[in-house]
């Protein structure tokens, strides 16, 4: 069965600092991944997806994310925080045959000015 | 378009009550599912649906049953309140049932069961 593993529950960050967040998943075959923000009380959104080709994907809001399959890894990485990112950030992987996401446990960002 | 709707907001029950957990949305998708969010524990899915007519288990189904009657509507039902069943429960719809469609979520709605 697949997995997804954010091992960082809470991440603190300077507003104008560099920003990586961790995921790992487990699945047998290639995946698809997604990152997903969630803004507090609020629906989640689509950050940026990764199915084939380059494995450095750009997505919204200045965020890039690296597949790296040796690794079994697809981090999230901003290069310049933003207040406005403090969010909680969901890392997922969906099956090939169907849409079944399962999400990791989340990672809570909090950006201090 | 309206994109993925979800009623009520907020709702509170009593163990033993039931209640459905509406969901729609303007977009023509074929996909549609039912998440819960709890603390610590990400989103799990619920149930699912590749069109009308059509749905299936997710990985937490207990307690909850749905029916897909049009391509627009995809209502959660709960049967009989349990205190466990108190979360966030998100809706979200894509175009295909294809892993590399994005889904798009509703709004939630927070359910609380005394």
């Known amino acids: 069965a697949q997995s997804v593993t954010q091992p960082d529950i809470h991440i603190t960050v300077s507003e104008g600092a560099s920003l990586e967040l961790r995921c790992n998943y487990s699945y047998g075959a290639t995946p698809y991944l997604f990152w997903y923000v969630q803004s507090p009380g609020q629906g989640l959104q689509l950050l940026l997806k990764y199915f084939s080709g380059d494995t450095l994907v750009q997505g919204i809001k200045g965020f890039e994310a690296e597949f790296k399959r040796s690794q079994s890894s697809f981090n999230l990485r901003k290069p310049s925080v933003h207040w406005s990112d403090a969010a909680e950030y969901f890392c997922a992987v969906a099956s090939g045959g169907g849409n079944k996401l399962t999400f990791g446990t989340g990672t809570q960002l909090k950006v201090e000015l | 378009n309206a994109g993925v709707t979800q009623t009520p907001k907020f709702q509170v029950l009593k163990t033993g009550q039931s209640m459905t957990l509406q969901c729609a949305q303007d977009?023509?998708?074929?996909?549609m599912s039912w998440y819960r969010q709890d603390p610590g524990m990400g989103l799990r899915l619920i149930h699912y649906?590749?069109?009308?007519?059509?749905?299936d288990q997710g990985e937490v189904p207990n307690g909850y049953n749905v029916s897909r009657s049009t391509t627009e509507d995809f209502p959660l039902r709960l049967l009989s309140a349990a205190p466990s069943q108190t979360s966030v429960y998100f809706c979200?719809?894509?175009?295909?049932?294809?892993?590399?469609?994005?889904?798009?979520f509703g709004p939630g709605t927070r359910l609380t069961v005394l």
């Open positions: 649906s590749v069109g009308a007519g059509i749905t």
């Open positions: 977009m023509n998708h074929e996909y």
């Open positions: 979200a719809s894509s175009y295909e049932a294809l892993g590399y469609n994005e889904q798009f």
